[in-house]
């Protein structure tokens, strides 16, 4: 639950920076949760941080790198989610799709897919999918709503451009779970180094991240270096003042995000095997109600009215009710 209210929060202080492109926010901000935090955590942990790595297989750590780029595609399209919907709606649609791709993908993969419509667990699974789905389509009217009532006062908002860009997060994120599944022998490998079971995921996520974050990198700079209305040279040129207010949002929004994996991997560990899906129902749940409760309080739908909030809720309770069916079919 803690994982979640720090995801779900992680963009309140990037919101908050000005005079700064998107681009220029999101790469300082990835700099703190895909490279600082995650290698100095696995230096505190870790006996030996080279050795550590040079002894896994380069297989593995090729398939979680590269499961990690695949994650980094969604994630870039979840931030531009959160830019052009807001954190209410966006967290919303793209958990929602992300449910959706998540309950689907694993048993294709493992050629189990007819089992979702002959098994107990298979119907449960199904009727989340379908609830997700509603709860997606609930949340897409409550943005179009938004839009009509907010109308020339919204400044990113776009209900077509955000709701692609969830779907495309949905299907990309899911890269994340495969990386942490390819992650496994390393996380074996950080027990028998002598890394408590709690802290045993952690040292995976500067592969896993690794590839993430070049993948976001690239696409932050690429824009900063060939789009002509952006310039990271004319973001770093503003006044001292505003640079470090800037940096230290961009930097408390980059460290929320990273703890979200930090407290998942904790929670998981503390979770007892036989009820391992509590902890995936808890963060999914959470995750869309902590969403909802800071965009409202940082005043995302101030001016839309009182029933296009309604029909949100109505949209997010239906997410938070397929995630716990998806999480009791596993």
Request: include cysteine; glycine fraction near 14%; charge should be positive.
């Amino acid at each position: 639950m803690v994982g979640a209210a720090s995801a779900a929060s992680f963009y309140a202080p990037i919101e908050k920076v000005k005079k700064w492109s998107w681009e220029t926010t999101w790469a300082v901000a990835g700099i703190f949760s895909w490279v600082i935090f995650p290698i100095a955590v696995s230096l505190l942990l870790l006996p030996s941080f080279q050795g550590f790595y040079a002894g896994i297989d380069s297989s593995v750590l090729m398939k979680a790198f590269l499961f990690g780029c695949m994650w980094g595609i969604g994630n870039v399209n979840y931030g531009l989610t959160m830019r052009y919907l807001g954190m209410s709606l966006g967290i919303g649609v793209a958990i929602g799709v992300t449910l959706v791709v998540g309950t689907l993908v694993p048993p294709l993969m493992h050629g189990q897919f007819l089992a979702l419509f002959t098994s107990r667990s298979g119907g449960f699974a199904l009727s989340g999918i379908a609830m997700a789905l509603a709860g997606i389509a609930v949340v897409a009217y409550a943005g179009h709503q938004k839009e009509k009532a907010l109308g020339l006062r919204t400044e990113e908002f776009d209900v077509r451009k955000g709701l692609l860009l969830a779907v495309m997060c949905g299907i990309f994120s899911s890269g994340m779970s495969f990386a942490i599944d390819a992650a496994q022998p390393m996380a074996a490998a950080a027990i028998h180094a002598g890394v408590k079971p709690l802290y045993a995921a952690l040292p995976s996520y500067v592969i896993i991240m690794g590839g993430g974050g070049l993948v976001n990198f690239l696409y932050c700079f690429s824009r900063l270096g060939f789009k002509r209305e952006l310039s990271l040279k004319r973001d770093l040129s503003e006044p001292g003042r505003v640079l470090l207010i800037n940096g230290a949002l961009a930097a408390s929004g980059g460290i929320m995000w990273y703890f979200q994996f930090f407290f998942y991997a904790w929670g998981q560990a503390n979770i007892p095997a036989h009820l391992y899906y509590v902890n995936w129902m808890l963060h999914m749940s959470c995750y869309v109600l902590f969403g909802g409760l800071v965009g409202l309080a940082l005043g995302e739908w101030k001016g839309a009215g009182g029933r296009p909030v309604r029909i949100l809720w109505a949209g997010m309770a239906l997410i938070i009710v397929a995630a716990n069916l998806v999480g009791i079919a596993s």
